[in-house]
T-cell receptor
């Protein structure tokens, strides 16, 4: 009965590879997000999706692309991985409205060698 | 867009000491405010939130925070910390009825037994 789940939990890969991280929420929320947390614990929002529309896209390289097959899923695809992509990636979801608390997934620790 | 600043980067306390972590935000409109906690190796969990009403909000594990609108502040407090409170604490702000949540840089709390 996990609210927001991510797979995999750990991902170790070589530079130049392409990888994906999956996220699913069972809260019925209409908005999902991807955050990147660097080694200094700084949280940076990367994307959010609301009803299959990208509504926030910070200065993220276009090697990163979110894909939402439906309202409950928001996957993150990363092409041509670089060393600087090593971080923990968190998925989150919320319901836009007055009570817009975000619920976070367990995180995916990506290590690029 | 709104922004958040947390004044303390790293706080070290002994058990039973009192805690106050500062958080200030900048935004001219109505906001919802949050404190999240991240225990070592884990995801973000909500400690407490302010949407409206009583500006003194109580959260889990004995934490509380006070919203002072005139000071744009939402400081986190706990009268007596425990070793298990060792974690990273994040203040976050989101404009009312919006989904663009902004996090502070985080404060690392270390509680010595």
């Amino acid at each position: 009965d996990t609210a927001v789940s991510q797979t995999p939990k750990y991902l170790v890969t070589q530079m130049g590879n392409d990888k994906s991280i999956k996220c699913e929420q069972n809260l019925g929320h209409d908005t999902m997000y991807w955050y990147k947390q660097d080694s200094k614990k700084f949280l940076k929002i990367m994307f959010s999706y609301n009803n299959k529309e990208l509504i926030i896209n910070e200065t993220v390289p276009n090697r990163f692309s979110p894909k939402s097959p439906d309202k409950a899923h928001l996957n993150l695809h990363i092409n041509s991985l670089e060393l600087g992509d090593s971080a923990v990636y968190f998925c989150a979801s919320s319901q836009v409205g007055q009570f817009n608390e975000q619920f976070f997934g367990p995180g995916t620790r990506l290590t690029v060698l | 867009a709104q922004s958040v600043s947390q004044h303390n980067h790293h706080v070290i306390l002994s058990e039973a000491a009192s805690l106050e972590l500062g958080c200030n935000y900048s935004y001219g409109g109505t906001v919802n405010l949050f404190w999240y906690v991240q225990y070592p190796g884990q995801h973000l969990q909500l400690l407490l939130k302010y949407f409206s009403g009583d500006p003194l909000v109580k959260g889990i594990k004995g934490f509380e925070a006070e919203f002072i609108k005139s000071k744009f502040s939402f400081n986190l407090r706990k009268p007596s910390v425990q070793w298990s409170d060792t974690a990273e604490y994040f203040c976050a702000v989101i404009a009312y009825n919006n989904n663009d949540m902004r996090f502070g840089a985080g404060t690392r709390l270390t509680v010595k037994p």
